[in-house]
């Protein structure tokens, strides 16, 4: 039987399912992270001064070679644990309500779990992305003591090919683990465009998902500068038929898709380097992982003022942008602060992604 076919089978298909006890913990922790996220909502509409969401890289490094992906080599060392704790305590500083450690792949990071529980005493809520190929029990059970609160795999295809090994066949075993052990709230998100072979695969993936009880989305993939790829006529019906699986939560204010499923560039408010900070390995500021680069400060000399500097910079690269986090956080801003062209800046001399354009 193909892969794909199996899912057909699934309800005949057995899979250890959490405990009653699990379950109405999940449910309080759910109901704690949601009441957590509204007070947060209401700081960020109450001020501007603050980031609400920052990805940090704790690792550069990855067990994966996705053809498509610029995040990652496959030689850099941890950040020192150290290093990693003075910038979620100056992320806190600065007022930032959520912080995501990404990479690279952030589970070879040796003390891991020590920076997520840095970030949870910190009052700040912690997520991962992840590839997903290093969870086992023993380490799904550490993350739940260090209070992880979501966790997202991005999932490409089926079956693995030259493009990504990200796939269903491999990580199947692994999202029934989380089914299982996890605590924390996990998403799974399947792409679309830039090269994957079987768009199709998208709908196998999200409905896998939805079935062991994960949220799911859908991504498009961008081009090697973040920059936009319109679909073809049978991705786009794939990304409307996926969009109407997902469930209403602010991972999912994602309307900017529907311009960029149709090749149109979007008219909006990034607010790259405000509310949305990416923290490199090297502990510079850059407005997100594709435009590493800008601005380019070191995160301990980064203050309010250019917060707000770059709260009201406009970015360029903004119409045909597919970064959905920046997308999603710059939402709360949408309706004020009018932007305006940032100076002309200078790319300091550092191994800066692209420029921007």
Request: hydrophobic share 35%; aromatic share 8%.
């Amino acid at each position: 039987m193909h892969f794909t076919d199996s899912y057909a089978l699934i309800n005949t298909v057995f899979i250890a399912m959490p405990s009653t006890r699990t379950i109405v913990r999940r449910r309080l922790k759910t109901l704690y992270r949601n009441l957590r996220g509204a007070r947060m909502i209401a700081g960020a509409l109450a001020s501007t001064d603050h980031p609400l969401l920052a990805h940090i890289i704790p690792i550069r490094r990855c067990n994966l070679a996705c053809e498509y992906c610029n995040e990652y080599d496959d030689f850099s060392k941890p950040v020192p644990t150290e290093a990693m704790f003075q910038r979620v305590d100056k992320l806190a500083a600065l007022g930032t309500s959520v912080i995501t450690i990404s990479g690279g792949e952030p589970l070879l990071h040796p003390e891991l779990d020590q920076i997520i529980s840095r970030i949870r005493k910190r009052g700040m809520i912690a997520g991962m992305i992840t590839n997903g190929y290093l969870l086992v029990v023993e380490r799904i059970q550490r993350l739940n003591r260090a209070g992880l609160e979501w966790l997202q795999i991005s999932i490409d295809n089926v079956t693995p090919d030259e493009v990504s090994k990200k796939s269903l066949k491999v990580l199947d075993k692994k999202l029934e683990l989380l089914t299982e052990f996890a605590d924390f709230h996990v998403n799974i998100n399947s792409v679309i465009g830039g090269g994957i072979r079987n768009p199709q695969d998208a709908l196998t993936i999200g409905k896998r998902a939805l079935g062991l009880g994960f949220t799911s989305t859908i991504g498009i993939i961008h081009d090697g500068s973040g920059q936009l790829q319109p679909l073809n006529g049978e991705e786009r019906r794939i990304y409307r038929e996926m969009k109407s699986m997902e469930k209403s939560s602010f991972t999912r204010v994602n309307s900017f898709q529907d311009n960029i499923a149709d090749g149109r560039p979007n008219q909006w408010r990034c607010r790259a380097g405000a509310r949305y900070l990416y923290i490199c390995e090297d502990g510079l500021v850059h407005y997100c992982s594709q435009q590493r680069g800008y601005p380019a400060i070191p995160l301990e000399k980064y203050a309010t003022e250019d917060i707000r500097r770059e709260y009201l910079s406009e970015k360029t690269c903004a119409p045909n942008c597919t970064v959905s986090c920046v997308h999603q956080v710059s939402v709360f801003d949408s309706w004020r602060a009018p932007q305006f062209p940032a100076p002309a800046a200078v790319p300091p001399a550092t191994s800066g992604l692209v420029q921007i354009e």
